[in-house]
Each structure stands twice: as structure tokens, then as C-alpha cells.
């Protein structure tokens, strides 16, 4: 945590209505941490705001391939 891009940056920023923010995405393209951080929200199921990079719609997408990949 103490290498996220996102330590700086204000909260509410990546917990946007509507689900997107390119600004929080812009933060989460330059961070070194980025793949640890959606490796996290999967895991504990972060049904809200930009984890990782990627959109509340585009983990559940994440969630269901793995689960089907999982399946086979």
C-alpha cells in the first residue's frame, strides 16, 4: 500500500455515481501496485468503486470468467 499511486489521491475519487472515473483509472494505469490491487478487491468481493483499474462492471466480468474458467 505504501507504493500505491492512489495514497495521495483523494478517496471519493475513485468511488465515483456511475461507476467510471478516468481520472481514477488515469491514477491506477501509472501504479505499481495496480495488479495487487485488483488481485485484492476480486478476493474480498469489492462490489464498489475503481479497484485495480477496472470498474465495478468490469470486475463482475472478471469474477464470472474466472468462476467458468474454474468450472472446467
Do not use: Y
Not at 489521491?9 to 501504479?31: K, N
Not at 468490469?58 to 467458468?68: K, P, Q
Amino acid at each position: 500500500m505504501a507504493e500505491a499511486a492512489c495514497r495521495t489521491t483523494d478517496p471519493e475519487l475513485f468511488f465515483p455515481i456511475g461507476g467510471e472515473s478516468r481520472e481514477a483509472l488515469a491514477v491506477c494505469r501509472r501504479c505499481p501496485v495496480q495488479p495487487d490491487c485488483l488481485i485484492f478487491a476480486l478476493r474480498t468481493n469489492q462490489k464498489n468503486g475503481i479497484w485495480g483499474g477496472k470498474t465495478e462492471r468490469e470486475r463482475v466480468s472478471l469474477r464470472r470468467l474466472i468462476r467458468a474458467r474454474a468450472s472446467c
